[in-house]
């Protein structure tokens, strides 16, 4: 493993040199978290979660990299978040934080020859440009994906057998968040959808309302970098009517997951699934609610639209989150290169699961739970 972990290090350095010299540049410095996440295999260079620039910057020469950072930061990352297989890649620039990076910056590098992933100092931005290597993951960070999909699918099914239809969605939500966080996940994101909420808003932050005869929760969990979507949905009483709801909107979602294969473009499976609302009766649902896309460092690293010509390949993360008002269908996947691993809904799931078939392949979607209380 830590062989793997230097081997594909170093061949992400040389892919970024490569960047410097398509700018007719001498150095890159790298800063925003995802970025930061990706090439140290997960360290957290943020405190806040909703930081999108690290604490620390790396930069790039054609020589070796440098580690620029705080005095404050220093001791934790190199302890608690970087890799010990990198450590002796980087050169350590420390530096006081009452200075600033730019003093410890510009004892190596001239911001006339640098470039960025910010534009900070008013150098070029070539953030756009480094993004499609995030996309394509890693066998060390696919393993550590799959680690975090069974870990929220555990949770999320203990979790939502003990609600009960008087509890109110902010109270569901900190359990959600006490358990992500136990795990040393972080909760970008957790909202609880009662009834009432879920045929109002798509996006529902949890509000003080009971969630009434039925509830889904939808979480963006975080770990080593990586973000994991997923939802599941609890029904109180035996409807016929929503439980074929759900079911249709998981179909919705098995022709986008089935649809996704290496050589396709984004927007062909967005044309997929439109198709398969007007299968289900629903035509216009696809237009109230964005269907999902590529996954990754960033809970969506590309929303899929008709038109979006990104093409698809091998190790591709997606997650398609169809909507049809009242349910959802959610979970993140692993493009392979003749298969698909639905890496939030292990095969060792305790939840039920309903098979359909299309595109010549079987694809387990979650069913509805229905719990009487």
């Known amino acids: ?9 170093e061949e992400r350095i040389n892919k970024l040199k490569e960047i410097i010299l398509k700018n007719r540049s001498k150095t890159l410095l790298l800063s925003k978290t995802d970025n930061f996440s990706w090439l140290t295999f997960g360290a957290r ?3 806040t979660l909703d930081m999108n620039e690290s604490v620390a910057s790396i930069l790039i020469t054609p ?6 950072v705080d005095n404050i930061e220093k001791k934790r990352l190199f302890e608690e978040e970087v890799p ?12 006081d934080w009452w200075e600033g990076e730019y003093t410890a910056l510009n004892k190596i590098a001239s911001p006339d020859h640098l470039i960025s992933d910010t534009g900070r100092y008013g150098t070029k931005n070539v953030y756009e440009e480094i993004s499609p290597m995030r996309y394509i993951l890693s066998e060390i960070e696919i393993d550590n994906y799959r680690k975090l999909g069974s870990t929220c699918d555990r949770i999320l099914y203990e979790e ?3 609600i009960t239809p008087e509890m109110t969605e902010l109270k569901i939500q900190g359990k959600i968040y006490s358990r992500l966080a136990s795990e040393e996940i972080e909760p970008l994101l957790t909202i ?7 045929n109002l808003y798509r996006h529902n932050l949890s509000r003080e309302v009971s969630v009434g005869r039925k509830v889904f929760i939808s979480v963006c969990a975080r770990k080593k970098g990586l973000i994991l979507s997923t939802t599941r949905s609890v029904l109180f009483e ?7 709801q759900h079911r249709n909107n998981c179909y919705v979602d098995s022709v986008a997951i089935s649809g996704s294969r290496p050589g396709r473009q984004l927007g062909d499976v967005f044309k997929d699934m439109i198709s398969a609302y007007k299968k289900v009766g629903r035509n216009n649902e696809w237009k109230l609610h964005h269907q999902g896309g590529l996954a990754g460092y960033n809970s969506r690293e590309i929303k899929a639209t008709p038109n979006n010509e990104y093409e698809l390949k091998e190790n591709n993360a997606v997650a398609w989150n169809p909507t049809i008002t009242g349910t959802k269908s ?3 996947a692993i493009i392979g290169k003749n298969d698909i691993d639905i890496i939030s809904f292990p095969q060792k799931t305790l939840w039920p699961c309903i098979d359909f078939n299309v595109n010549g392949m079987t694809i387990r979607r979650p069913d509805i739970i229905v719990i009487k209380k």
Request: charged residues 30%; hydrophobic residues 35%.
């Open 45 to 47: 260079g943020h405190i």
């Open 192 to 198: 609880v959808f009662g009834d009432e909420s879920s």
């Open 63 to 68: 020589n070796k990299p440098y580690f620029l």
């Open 84 to 95: 010990e297989e990198l450590h002796d890649y980087f050169e350590i620039i420390v530096y």
């Open 330 to 332: 959610e979970d993140t």
């Open 238 to 244: 035996n409807d016929e009517k929503i439980i074929n």
């Open 160 to 162: 939502m057998q003990v």
């Open 1 to 9: 493993m830590s062989m793997d972990i230097r081997k594909c290090f």
